[in-house]
């Protein structure tokens, strides 16, 4: 019977929004009906309200949406959603200060003396705007009244003119900042958790392990990640939609003619140029380059876009002498601010060690001298118009219902999962052949066929959190996040152009003159809906396009992972087979140097540390070695293994799904109470059936290829065969490098340690001839500034003894006097080897330090530098399958 309602909910939810319902109330409607139809049959026919229901109760579920949707928001972590007022807010600003008509008519100046120049400046506003305003409809009127008339005059072919103008209209949901991609990796966080929890399961069920290592977990995204990934897809339609444009002119130019430039290329007209591209260009930076710099997180980047539009609609609606001075003070304070950050320590908490008072104060008044000029350009929009009040009345509407829409979201998809949707999708997805691009292709082409109806929001937040999960915890092709958001995005990009119910043709329509017909419109979207999906083929078939920038992103910042990150180690592994074997003769060479170098003056642990470390060296290229040769092992024998192995998983899936049945068959069976006649024959069929399910479950497992038990233990050998060679391997590298590292920071610090011996010598003077709590103080200020220098335990811990015979209960002022000269030996002996090793053997230990540094010791470094963090940011811009683990 779920499966009744369940269709109930879907057809009714089609329905409702078909007829043109409002979504906000068309979702939970539909939900909150379906639900209480359920709990009616349920209390009619089965003298039970819950009985069809996969578990819980009505009322557990219709709560279930809010509860979800509070705990999800109501966290003060979870503030990506913040950002979505402040960008629309952003977006519509803009829009009043006629952005977007400057722009098309500064671009087709600058275009349009070429073939197809009109169309070409339409894609360039377009680009533009998506990047600033990201205003689909306010973008496609602007267009329409200013440049369809233009394209119209000069001949322009009616569908050429209408799809450009429909298509660079619609950049604004891909090329960030994009509402649609906020709400996607928004969806996608929650949809991340559930994959990992499928995949944790399914590696349990294959291993029987409760802790899946790290390196095989689902990788998550966040919205500053979709915005970079977003980034290079968005160019590529843009440049396609140029590339066709050109190539429609040349074929037919009587159809893309060019245009004859109006008035002379003279400084004015460079002027108006660059005070129409610019700015924006600026904003794009401001909102863009702080995301992508690691500056600023995406609700933080939508602030400074907020303020940024709001100075840009200052002067532009401004037309008096001082037009451009808030924008001006306000460049001028940012740039003060950049110089100061840049030169100083502005850090308010850690002023009592770097005392930039005087950079601080500048600074503070830097920012009181931007929110003036803030306060200026917003003064004016809110006298201009009214501007700066319809702008924040249209944001909260705007808002407002993005937010009660993910609220009935919430429900619905709570309704989908009570009567057991989730499985079935799951079920029948997992069922497909050709395995993870089978369940993908179909999805897209649901997702597709689903924007000819419904709009991008409504797609957004219904259908992504339902095959999100699934798509995501398969590990065969191990998918990221933010790859399969941005393809998302594309494939919802086209909502806005198919028919009937595509949005931008409206939006056009309404304002295009009658001469131009609906039907060339609709011959005019085609191309670019078919470039859009040609683009989702690109970036399909070349996942770097999105997955690379948000990698080097993160492997340059500041907050970096370590080398050490599981998610890194393949990569890292990578990097180190194809560096190590190159300079295995220079690191040999380097330590037959030191080998012939006196080392017998150093401490003895010392010494026989560096023995230790050298040995580890030259052992570290044979394990190496053997390291690969396992690997390649298991590359040769993955041919032959992983047939059975996907055989076995499917049959595995089956089982799940049989016995998830007989689950729902048991909850029945539960329900179906008491000597009733009816209620008897009822356990009587559900027992039948149960029998049945188990027979089938029995047939499936007898499935199981022969030979699996012993090609998964022969496969598991190889595994832990590499995984013995890979810790052999890092024991002997790292452990040696950090040997290394130590010793030369230790040699170092000779001439500090050098110094501190006339400290050591009037503390230790104190003992026996000043008060002795004075002479522990002494001892203990020495200590702290020896506790900063590299190897200063053994100097340290001397004198920790003499200070504890000093104080306390067991002080012994003899002992103190015996510890006392012993103190001062050791001080003096480390600041002589240290200065002999300083002389002698701190040159080759700093050469063979650093050319093993990104090699052998790369694993110990605190974050990847420059080179070995891109290398590493490109290889994990491409998927790997880790099914094999599972």
């Known amino acids: 019977m779920e499966i009744i309602f369940l269709a109930i909910l879907v057809v009714m939810m089609m329905f409702t929004l078909g007829v043109g319902f409002p979504v906000a109330f068309a979702l939970p409607g539909s939900a909150i009906v379906t639900i209480g139809l359920a709990a009616g049959a349920g209390w009619l026919f089965m003298d039970n309200p819950n009985a069809f229901f996969m578990s819980g109760s009505a009322v557990e579920w219709l709560s279930a949406g809010v509860t979800?949707?509070?705990?999800?928001?109501?966290?003060?972590?979870?503030?990506?959603?913040?950002?979505?007022?402040?960008?629309?807010?952003?977006?519509?600003?803009?829009?009043?200060?006629?952005?977007?008509?400057?722009?098309?008519?500064?671009?087709?100046?600058?275009?349009?003396?070429m073939p197809g120049g009109l169309g070409i400046s339409v894609v360039v506003v377009g680009a533009l705007l998506a990047a600033t305003t990201g205003v689909v409809g306010a973008t496609v009127v602007a267009m329409g009244l200013i440049s369809l008339p233009a394209m119209m005059r000069n001949n322009y072919s009616q569908p050429l003119a209408t799809g450009t103008i429909l298509a660079s209209g619609t950049l604004g949901q891909i090329i960030p900042p994009s509402i649609v991609l906020i709400i996607l990796a928004d969806q996608l966080s929650s949809a991340t958790d559930l994959a990992g929890q499928l995949r944790l399961a399914e590696y349990r069920e294959a291993t029987g392990q409760f802790a899946m290592p790290s390196e095989l977990a689902v990788v998550p995204t966040s919205a500053g990640d979709m915005f970079m990934g977003?980034?290079?897809?968005?160019?590529?339609?843009?440049?396609?939609?140029?590339?066709?444009?050109?190539?429609?002119?040349?074929?037919?130019?009587?159809?893309?003619?060019?245009?004859?430039?109006?008035?002379?290329r003279n400084a004015a007209f460079w002027r108006d140029v660059f005070f129409a591209v610019v700015p924006p260009l600026v904003l794009i930076f401001l909102v863009l380059g702080s995301i992508i710099l690691g500056v600023a997180t995406v609700t933080q980047a939508?602030?400074?876009?907020?303020?940024?539009?709001?100075?840009?609609?200052?002067?532009?609606?401004?037309?008096?002498?001082?037009?451009?001075?808030?924008?001006?003070?306000?460049?001028?304070?940012?740039?003060?601010?950049?110089?100061?950050?840049?030169?100083?320590?502005?850090?308010?908490?850690?002023?009592?060690?770097?005392g930039d008072y005087l950079a601080v104060y500048a600074a503070a008044a830097a920012v009181v001298v931007l929110l003036l000029a803030l306060g200026w350009s917003a003064l004016r929009t809110m006298r201009i118009n009214d501007t700066l009040n319809a702008v924040m009345l249209e944001t909260a509407k705007t808002s407002a219902l993005v937010f009660i829409?993910?609220?009935?979201?919430?429900?619905?998809?709570?309704?989908?999962?009570?009567?057991?949707?989730?499985?079935?999708?799951?079920?029948?997805?997992?069922?497909?052949?050709?395995?993870?691009?089978?369940?993908?292709?179909?999805?897209?082409?649901?997702?597709?066929?689903?924007?000819?109806?419904?709009?991008?929001?409504?797609?957004?937040?219904?259908?992504?959190?339902?095959?999100?999960?699934?798509?995501?915890?398969?590990?065969?092709?191990?998918?990221?996040?933010?790859?399969?958001?941005?393809?998302?995005?594309?494939?919802?990009?086209?909502?806005?152009?198919?028919?009937?119910?595509?949005?931008?043709?409206?939006?056009?329509?309404?304002?295009?003159?009658?001469?131009?017909?609906?039907?060339?419109?609709?011959?005019?979207?085609?191309?670019?809906?078919?470039?859009?999906l040609g683009a989702l083929v690109i970036v399909g078939y070349y996942p770097p396009l999105v997955n690379y920038l948000p990698a080097r992103v993160a492997l340059l910042s500041d907050n970096a992972p370590p080398p050490r990150n599981p998610r890194l180690q393949y990569c890292v592994e990578?990097?180190?087979?194809?560096?190590?074997?190159?300079?295995?003769?220079?690191?040999?060479?380097?330590?037959?140097?030191?080998?012939?170098?006196?080392?017998?003056?150093?401490?003895?642990?010392?010494?026989?540390?560096?023995?230790?470390?050298?040995?580890?060296?030259?052992?570290?290229?044979?394990?190496?070695a053997d390291l690969r040769q396992s690997q390649q092992a298991i590359v040769d024998a993955t041919p032959d293994y992983q047939p059975l192995h996907r055989e076995v998983r499917d049959i595995r899936r089956e089982r799940e799904r049989l016995e998830r049945l007989i689950d729902g068959l048991e909850r029945q069976m539960r329900i179906h109470r008491g000597d009733a006649p009816d209620a008897a024959a009822a356990r009587e069929r559900i027992t039948d059936r149960i029998a049945a399910l188990r027979g089938e479950i029995e047939a499936v497992e007898a499935e199981t290829p022969d030979g699996w038990d012993q090609a998964q233990a022969t496969f598991q050998a190889l595994?832990?065969?590499?995984?013995?060679?890979?810790?052999?391997?890092?024991?002997?590298?790292?452990?040696?490098?950090?040997?290394?590292?130590?010793?030369?920071?230790?040699?170092?610090?000779?001439?500090?340690?050098?110094?501190?011996?006339?400290?050591?010598?009037?503390?230790?003077?104190?003992?026996?001839?000043?008060?002795?709590?004075?002479?522990?103080?002494?001892?203990?200020?020495?200590?702290?500034?020896?506790?900063?220098?590299?190897?200063?335990?053994?100097?340290?811990?001397?004198?920790?003894?003499?200070?504890?015979?000093?104080?306390?209960?067991?002080?012994?002022?003899?002992?103190?006097?015996?510890?006392?000269?012993?103190?001062?030996?050791?001080?003096?002996?480390?600041?002589?080897?240290?200065?002999?090793?300083?002389?002698?053997?701190?040159?080759?230990?700093?050469?063979?330090?650093?050319?093993?540094?990104?090699?052998?010791?790369?694993?110990?470094?605190?974050?990847?530098?420059?080179?070995?963090?891109?290398?590493?940011?490109?290889?994990?811009?491409?998927?790997?399958?880790?099914?094999?683990?599972?």
């Not at 290079?232 to 430039?261: D, E, K, M, N």
Request: charged content about 20%.
């Open 574 to 624: 990578e990097i180190l087979a194809e560096r190590i074997p190159a300079q295995e003769s220079a690191v040999r060479a380097m330590i037959a140097d030191l080998r012939t170098l006196d080392r017998d003056f150093l401490p003895a642990d010392r010494r026989q540390a560096l023995d230790r470390a050298l040995e580890g060296y030259e052992n570290a290229f044979p394990r190496l």
């Open 302 to 354: 939508g602030a400074v876009g907020a303020m940024g539009a709001t100075v840009m609609a200052g002067y532009k609606l401004h037309s008096g002498p001082r037009r451009f001075w808030p924008a001006i003070i306000s460049l001028a304070s940012l740039v003060v601010i950049w110089q100061l950050h840049v030169n100083f320590n502005l850090n308010v908490r850690q002023l009592d060690r770097s």
């Open 719 to 886: 595994n832990r065969a590499e995984q013995d060679a890979r810790r052999d391997f890092r024991m002997a590298a790292e452990q040696s490098y950090t040997v290394l590292r130590e010793l030369v920071a230790e040699i170092g610090a000779a001439e500090q340690i050098a110094a501190l011996v006339p400290d050591v010598e009037a503390a230790v003077a104190l003992v026996g001839t000043a008060d002795p709590e004075e002479a522990a103080e002494a001892i203990q200020e020495v200590e702290r500034e020896v506790g900063l220098l590299a190897g200063g335990a053994v100097l340290r811990s001397a004198l920790g003894d003499v200070r504890n015979a000093l104080t306390g209960r067991r002080a012994s002022p003899e002992r103190a006097g015996e510890l006392a000269p012993e103190a001062l030996e050791v001080a003096r002996s480390e600041a002589e080897w240290r200065s002999r090793a300083g002389d002698e053997l701190l040159a080759n230990l700093q050469r063979l330090e650093a050319e093993t540094r990104n090699t052998l010791g790369l694993r110990e470094q605190d974050r990847l530098e420059r080179g070995p963090a891109l290398q590493v940011a490109a290889c994990l811009a491409h998927h790997r399958d880790v099914s094999l683990s599972f």
């Open 405 to 532: 829409i993910l609220l009935g979201a919430a429900m619905l998809i709570s309704a989908f999962r009570a009567f057991g949707g989730e499985h079935l999708v799951k079920d029948y997805l997992t069922g497909l052949p050709g395995g993870f691009w089978g369940q993908f292709v179909i999805v897209m082409i649901v997702i597709f066929l689903l924007g000819f109806f419904l709009d991008f929001i409504e797609i957004a937040i219904v259908v992504v959190p339902i095959v999100a999960p699934i798509l995501l915890m398969n590990p065969e092709a191990n998918i990221s996040a933010v790859w399969l958001g941005v393809m998302i995005g594309i494939n919802i990009q086209t909502s806005f152009l198919t028919p009937p119910f595509g949005f931008a043709l409206f939006y056009l329509r309404g304002v295009a003159e009658r001469t131009v017909k609906t039907i060339n419109m609709y011959k005019g979207v085609v191309p670019f809906i078919l470039m859009q």
């Open 230 to 264: 977003a980034l290079f897809p968005g160019l590529v339609l843009v440049g396609l939609y140029i590339l066709y444009i050109l190539v429609f002119a040349l074929i037919r130019p009587s159809s893309a003619p060019a245009v004859p430039t109006i008035g002379a």
């Open 68 to 113: 979800n949707f509070r705990g999800i928001y109501w966290e003060a972590e979870r503030d990506t959603l913040i950002a979505i007022p402040l960008f629309i807010f952003m977006g519509i600003m803009l829009q009043r200060s006629k952005i977007a008509e400057e722009l098309l008519v500064t671009m087709a100046k600058l275009f349009g003396s």
